[in-house]
C-alpha cells in the first residue's frame, strides 16, 4: 500500500501558536504566547497530534529553557467553553559546561479523540538565567487519523 510509504499523505502540520524571542529577565521571558483556535472538522476531525515546540537558545552553563504548555478543547468556536486536554512543564534545554547555543524540539502527545470541535495550544517559555541567555521557539500541532486524508 502506497501509503505506508507517503506519511505526508497521511498527516498535517497546522502552525499552532506564534513565534517566541525571549532575553532571560527581559522582554519575552515567562510570557504567554497565545495559540490560534484550530477548528478540526475542518481538517477531517483527527484523532491524534503531535505538539512540536523547536527552538534555538543561547544558555550559560547549568542555566535551563523551560516550557510550559497547555492544550485547550471545546465546542464552542472561540473555545468559551474551553477545557483543558493537556498541560504540564518541561525543561527543554540546559546550558552545557562553558555555555553554548542548544537547539531542539519538545514533542508532546495529543490524544485528540478526546477533545471538541475546537482546539487551542498556548505554550510559555522561561529562561532561567537573569540576563544574558536568549531563545527562540514556535510551535506546531501535527495531526493524523483523520476520517477522510489532507488535501
Same mark, same amino acid.
Given at each position: 500500500?502506497?501509503?505506508?510509504?507517503?506519511?505526508?499523505?497521511? !498527516?498535517?502540520?497546522?502552525?499552532?501558536? =506564534?513565534?517566541?524571542? +525571549?532575553?532571560?529577565?527581559?522582554?519575552?521571558?515567562? *510570557?504567554?504566547?497565545?495559540? #490560534?483556535? +484550530?477548528?478540526?472538522?475542518?481538517? =477531517?476531525?483527527?484523532? &491524534?497530534? +503531535? +505538539?512540536?515546540?523547536?527552538? *534555538?537558545?543561547? @544558555?550559560?552553563?547549568?542555566? *535551563?529553557?523551560?516550557?510550559?504548555?497547555?492544550?485547550?478543547?471545546?465546542?464552542?468556536?472561540?473555545? &468559551?467553553?474551553?477545557?483543558? @486536554? @493537556?498541560?504540564?512543564? #518541561?525543561?527543554?534545554?540546559?546550558?552545557?559546561? =562553558? =555555555?553554548? *547555543?542548544?537547539?531542539?524540539? !519538545?514533542?508532546?502527545?495529543?490524544?485528540?479523540?478526546?477533545?471538541?470541535?475546537?482546539?487551542? #495550544?498556548?505554550?510559555?517559555?522561561?529562561?532561567?538565567? &537573569?540576563?544574558?541567555?536568549?531563545?527562540?521557539? &514556535?510551535?506546531?500541532?501535527?495531526?493524523?487519523?483523520?476520517?477522510?486524508?489532507?488535501?
Amino acid at each position: 500500500m502506497i501509503q505506508m510509504k507517503d506519511i505526508g499523505a497521511l !498527516i498535517t502540520a497546522l502552525r499552532a501558536a =506564534g513565534n517566541a524571542a +525571549l532575553t532571560a529577565g527581559g522582554a519575552g521571558d515567562n *510570557t504567554a504566547v497565545p495559540g #490560534v483556535i +484550530l477548528d478540526r472538522a475542518a481538517i =477531517g476531525m483527527p484523532q &491524534s497530534g +503531535l +505538539l512540536a515546540i523547536p527552538f *534555538t537558545a543561547t @544558555l550559560a552553563a547549568g542555566e *535551563t529553557l523551560s516550557v510550559t504548555y497547555t492544550v485547550e478543547e471545546g465546542e464552542a468556536a472561540d473555545l &468559551s467553553d474551553a477545557a483543558t @486536554l @493537556l498541560t504540564g512543564t #518541561v525543561v527543554a534545554a540546559t546550558g552545557p559546561a =562553558g =555555555g553554548a *547555543t542548544v537547539t531542539g524540539c !519538545i514533542e508532546l502527545d495529543v490524544k485528540l479523540r478526546a477533545g471538541g470541535r475546537y482546539v487551542r #495550544v498556548t505554550y510559555t517559555p522561561d529562561l532561567s538565567a &537573569s540576563g544574558t541567555d536568549t531563545a527562540a521557539l &514556535s510551535a506546531l500541532l501535527i495531526c493524523g487519523g483523520m476520517d477522510r486524508l489532507p488535501q
